[in-house]
């Protein structure tokens, strides 16, 4: 990929009516990083390439909310305030036992099991729906929690991605 300096290596791609098994679940036989079958995918750890930035984006478009220097894991992600390349902070966060509320790290945890493990990536200062994806939710169209300020509540059609390079 060319965008903002090239190198980057998809790494997840979560569609709403294609729920993947988990963050590490790597390559399955339908694996297509084109994106065009619709197919959700994560590379295991494993699979993941040696890198020091993470990408938060939409279909073939690696920083369409913004791009981080984080070292990404595939477990959980203890809370950690970092800023991106759009000189914004925002807090990362993905945890099996729990979520925040509206996935806003400055508000109450949530008790609702389908939103644990969540991964998050939110502007600090608020509901500012940055980038929210959760694959334990049962209903399609609300995995896709928020991208780029806007809650999300309809089934979309493009892909929920992350990057590294």
């Given at each position: ?109 949530g008790s609702d099991d389908a939103w644990k493990n969540a991964l998050t990536l939110d502007k600090t200062g608020g ?8 694959q334990n939710v049962g209903e399609a169209r609300a995995r896709g929690f928020g991208m780029q300020g806007n809650h ?14």
């Open positions: 990929m060319e965008t903002s300096g090239g190198g980057w290596t998809l790494i997840v791609a979560q569609f709403e009516n294609d729920q993947t098994s988990g963050w590490n679940e790597g390559v399955r036989s339908d694996y297509d990083p084109s994106l065009a079958t619709g197919k959700s995918f994560t590379l295991s750890t494993e699979q993941i390439p040696s890198h020091s930035e993470l990408s938060f984006g939409k279909d073939h478009d690696p920083v369409f909310v913004t791009s981080i220097t984080f070292q990404y894991s595939t477990g959980n992600i203890p809370l950690q305030t970092v800023t991106g390349t759009d000189g914004l902070e925002y807090q990362i966060h993905r945890d099996t036992d729990f979520y925040y509320g509206w996935h806003n790290p400055e508000e109450n945890t509901r500012n729906f940055s980038w929210a994806f959760s999300r509540y309809t089934t979309d059609t493009f892909a929920w991605t992350l990057w590294v390079r």
